[in-house]
């Protein structure tokens, strides 16, 4: 009888054992895992991929990039958000939960069941046509569409992303009307476009290679100002129509992380951003480092949660 | 510079000594993931990409390219040998391969699908060179109404040619797409069927559902029958296929590289959908379709020569416009865009050297696997010769470590283990899984095709019937449905699957 106590025992410590997280002070001692919310291939895919190889030196382990793409970017933070806080799983994010929350459209809280580690980047959104469209100037676009309202489509990273949500505003303001036809990101818009499936693509500037290869036409950006790369091509603001967006991209974690692992992680993204083949593939598509230590990372996205409730109130888009 | 200046230069950087060894080390960790079950190309890739870092960019792709097509040439191995799909697109391969070896053949299904593989691989590379450019034109033709109609053609020939009912293998069709909608909703990205288990919201794996229905319900059904361990005491004769056999599998194989290199260049396509359908194909066209499930060397040759051409396929949308059309080709498109290279319509003009040298890399690679995987075999021949109480417990143990090392997750091992008991119950009530495998890969994909054809046309179903591509896929698919109920046609079909109970 005694030896079976003792046994029941022994294995009650040994689960005990494993359930127990290992101590913050040896963090990291297996591989990470990075989940990215978007399409292998894309701006934001390669980016990440790039980051996180430039961050991985600084923490001794692998970094395990991951895409699980789907719901306009949700669905990959909405996995990082149910994992357990060890700082072995975390994400890519951008301001897309954030809409979505506001949309009504996500089950989880994107600032209260996460936890911000690093803001690092910032995109560039355009809207991009086939080379050989009739369409030559964002201005003609505008025209045709009024006259044949919903006659374009327009493939956009998924509902309640930023570059849904900038054609949702160009709509309102200009009095047209798109046909909206979501995808899971850029890399899947790309293929889209060239097969004429759809008629333009609003999204990150995963189009750029397109773009210089002759099989796109860049219209128009997002930005507030004209880009380095792209200086001929207007901003919509230029255009005549008040409209600008921008997102962020950061690494989170799921809620409640010990204070060290996320210090150690940020140490190691900031690190990271000094590669130069990361700053190479930035370049690519004209991205900007948009870096915020985790402080200050927190603050942001709660003026970030704030402005985006406006916006998706004034589209009329919020949860009812 | 003309084709025959640029291939011969490509032949120069591929016979480079440091690209010579990368190349062998890929084709060689290529067949190992590829023989091992539950260990993939995707899974080495990715162990393996960052160790290619400190390479040079062509060097680092061809070994990456190396460890996909090898992997294509062993898995075969492991579905004949042990009736386990070495890697997904294996899958087909177990149907008559495994039937091969059990009545002895086993040495010539292995050599029929190392030549098989050999000649669609060398074909599909030929191919890339020639047509790359017009073939991606056509593929880009495929939009959601497009694939979305294809991939109900691909199901309905599937379920048609699978089971002696078509209803039973409907049945299991539907179980897959139930299956697949587990978890996030790709477009709105809402939790389905997750039942409140945060691991459930990522759906479940591919790979724990195919060993569990094809590895551990396996093992639970040889358990129960002792008498069937003899098959395995049999002698595995020479590896070379006699001229009969050469005379069978030639139409095979070059139907299955045909299909399979078209259906690799599409978009999502690949090698596993490529091997189901030409197999489906071969059991269609065959005098005597009664053989296939029983040791048809056609329906080894078929699906093995599918996926590698598949696998030479899916580089024309990366090499030409940039486009992964898979998690492998996006793996090397990780890798391109980090060694400073941008992949896409400037790529051949920008890096002739990389272009050519990789595909030339192919050529050399695929004569290094024919002679790696010859002797390979003898090595896992000796696979054969272990008692059942030694291997049975082995497969468990690499089934345990293939489904827990994909994302270090318990709930992987625990699904697997499920549906290793579902696929015991399955086979005991005669349904078969590969309808239902087919339909849960399917089904994510088809959703949001379908979805997004239905946002296009404004919730018009019209939009699958006046596209004259998803139209003929369409009525195909409802001519199939139709015919098994017409009375004429109503003989006795014949099951790809059922033979392996008797």
Not at chain 1, 115 to 136: C, E, H, M
Not at chain 1, 165 to 185: D, Q, R
Request: charge should be positive; glycine fraction near 10%; aromatic fraction near 10%.
């Amino acid at each position: 009888m005694a030896t079976k106590i003792f046994s029941w025992m022994g294995a009650a410590i040994l689960l005990l054992a494993l359930v127990i997280p290992a101590a913050a002070q040896d963090y990291p001692n297996k591989p990470i895992n990075l989940i990215i919310q978007y399409p292998p291939g894309g701006s934001t895919d390669l980016t990440a991929r790039a980051l996180a190889n430039g961050a991985k030196k600084y923490l001794g382990q692998p970094i395990v990039c991951e895409n699980k793409a789907g719901g306009g970017g949700t669905v990959g933070v909405t996995l990082v958000a149910a994992k357990p806080a060890d700082g072995y799983t975390i994400g890519i994010v951008t301001s897309s939960p954030t809409m979505a929350y506001h949309m009504g459209k996500l089950n989880f809280h994107p600032l209260n069941d996460l936890t911000p580690i690093i803001r690092w980047g910032n995109y560039l959104f355009g809207i991009v046509v086939r080379a050989d469209s009739q369409f030559k100037t964002m201005k003609e676009i505008m025209e045709y569409i009024k006259q044949n309202p919903e006659k374009l489509s327009y493939g956009s990273p998924g509902v309640g992303t930023p570059p849904h949500l900038a054609m949702e505003e160009l709509s309102m303001v200009a009095n047209v009307k798109f046909t909206h036809i979501p995808a899971k990101g850029i890399a899947d818009n790309n293929t889209a476009l060239l097969g004429g499936h759809i008629d333009l693509v609003s999204d990150s500037s995963g189009w750029a290679p397109l773009v210089d290869a002759g099989k796109f036409r860049l219209m128009a950006i997002w930005s507030e100002k004209r880009c380095e790369r792209y200086p001929q091509v207007p901003t919509i603001r230029e255009i005549g129509y008040d409209v600008v967006s921008r997102s962020h991209l950061g690494v989170i974690g799921p809620k409640g992380m010990p204070k060290e692992v996320v210090a150690k992680l940020h140490d190691a993204f900031r690190k990271g951003m000094e590669d130069p083949e990361y700053k190479a593939v930035m370049k690519k598509f004209d991205m900007n480092d948009y870096y915020l230590n985790t402080e200050d990372y927190a603050k942001y996205q709660q003026s970030d949660f704030e402005n985006i409730e406006k916006l998706v109130k004034k589209l009329g888009l919020d949860k009812k | 510079m003309d084709l025959f200046n640029f291939l011969l230069m490509g032949f120069a950087v591929a016979f480079d000594p440091l690209n010579l060894f990368y190349c062998f080390i890929g084709v060689l960790i290529g067949t190992l993931v590829g023989v091992l079950p539950g260990m993939g190309p995707v899974a080495a890739m990715s162990l393996l990409l960052p160790a290619t870092f400190h390479t040079t960019p062509v060097a680092s792709i061809i070994m990456l390219a190396g460890i996909y097509y090898g992997a294509m040439y062993g898995g075969s191995t492991t579905s004949i040998l042990v009736n386990i799909p070495g890697e997904a697109a294996s899958v087909m391969t177990c149907l008559d391969g495994y039937q091969m070896a059990r009545q002895g053949r086993a040495g010539r299904a292995l050599g029929i699908s190392a030549f098989g593989s050999f000649i669609a691989g060398s074909m599909g590379i030929i191919g890339l060179v020639l047509i790359a450019p017009p073939l991606v034109e056509f593929a880009l033709k495929f939009g959601p109404p497009e694939y979305f109609s294809l991939m109900v053609l691909g199901l309905t020939i599937l379920t048609f040619l699978t089971s002696a009912s078509m209803i039973r293998a409907l049945m299991m069709a539907a179980f897959g797409l139930i299956v697949g909608t587990m978890g996030l909703d790709n477009i709105s990205g809402l939790a389905r069927f997750t039942f409140h288990i945060p691991e459930l919201l990522d759906g479940v794996g591919l790979v724990p559902v195919v060993m569990g229905l094809f590895g551990i319900s396996e093992v639970l059904l040889n358990i129960e029958m002792k008498t069937k361990r003899e098959v395995f005491t049999t002698k595995v004769k020479g590896l070379l296929p006699t001229l009969q056999d050469w005379a069978k599998s030639i139409g095979s194989i070059i139907r299955g590289t045909v299909l399979g290199f078209f259906l690799g260049i599409l978009p999502g396509g690949g090698a596993v959908i490529a091997s189901f359908v030409s197999y489906a194909i071969e059991k269609r066209v065959s005098k005597h379709p009664e053989e296939f499930g029983k040791g048809a060397i056609q329906g080894v040759a078929a699906p093995e020569a599918a996926n590698n051409s598949a696998a030479q396929g899916a580089f024309i949308p990366l090499l030409t416009l940039g486009i992964p059309s898979n998690v492998v080709m996006a793996m090397l498109l990780g890798a391109l865009i980090i060694h400073g290279v941008t992949p896409g319509p400037l790529l051949l003009s920008q890096h002739p050297q990389l272009f050519w040298g990789v595909i030339a890399s192919m050529y050399v690679g695929n004569i290094m696997l024919l002679f790696l995987n010859l002797p390979l075999i003898g090595l896992w021949v000796q696979l054969l010769k272990v008692p059942y109480s030694i291997l049975f417990p082995l497969i468990i143990l690499f089934c345990l470590l293939g489904s827990y090392s994909i994302n270090n997750s318990t709930m992987d091992v625990a699904i697997m283990l499920a549906f290793g008991v579902i696929g015991y119950l399955m086979k005991k009530i005669s349904l078969e899984p590969a309808p239902m495998v087919l339909a849960f890969v399917l089904g994510p994909m088809m959703e949001t095709a379908l979805r997004q054809s239905l946002i296009k046309s404004k919730g018009s179903f019209s939009i699958f019937f006046t596209r004259p591509i998803s139209a003929v896929c369409l009525i195909i698919a409802i001519a199939l449905m139709v015919i098994p109920l017409l009375p004429w046609f109503r003989r006795p079909r014949v099951t790809l699957e059922q033979e392996e109970f008797k």
